[in-house]
């Protein structure tokens, strides 16, 4: 403390310091709890300030952006993003970054293994666009065989009845 001549306290200098850095870090955090409000995780608050139990909770802050960080890469609008696209049947989106988290990592593998069997069951399906035509095609010639046969049969029914009334005339 700062004291005049007759020794009362006119300034707390040191005090007034640490309010001041106190401030600044609980500045800081209350603007990166509005950043991870909007979904950005990728952030360190800096600051520094001379109260332990101030410095100990923005320790604790950062430790936790570092952590959610590194299963989201940081910013959960790359994420939001890429559930907008597959809500929207379109399952070509990924999440690009540098380093990826644990989420964004899960979400392209379930992206590419939908995209995987999509990409199968389209070829099931012109596989079997492929086998329904031979069949239907088969069942064509089939019917014409028959129809062949059965024409014949007539021919020879028609022959033997004309046979016998010819004969019975």
Not at 1 to 12: A, I, L, N, Q
Not at 70 to 91: T, V
Not at 117 to 133: A, F, P, R, V, Y
Request: hydrophobic share 35%.
């Amino acid at each position: 403390p700062v004291k005049d001549k007759s020794g009362k306290v006119v300034r707390v200098i040191k005090f007034a310091q640490e309010i001041t850095t106190t401030r600044q870090v609980i500045d800081s955090v209350k603007e990166s709890i509005e950043l991870a409000k909007k979904g950005v995780f990728n952030q360190e608050i800096k600051e520094v300030s001379d109260n332990q139990s101030i410095e100990e909770l923005k320790k604790n802050i950062n430790d936790l952006y570092k952590i959610i960080s590194k299963k989201i890469e940081g910013d959960l609008n790359k994420i939001y993003k890429a559930f907008e696209h597959l809500n929207s049947l379109d399952f070509t989106c990924r999440i690009e970054g540098d380093s990826l988290g644990d989420i964004s990592i899960g979400l392209n593998n379930l992206i590419n293994l939908i995209r995987d069997m999509l990409i199968e069951s389209n070829k099931n399906g012109i596989d079997l666009q492929i086998s329904s035509k031979k069949l239907l095609e088969n069942v064509n010639k089939l019917n014409t065989k028959e129809i062949k046969i059965v024409t014949k049969s007539l021919e020879v029914a028609l022959g033997e009845i004309s046979n016998n009334v010819t004969n019975n005339s």
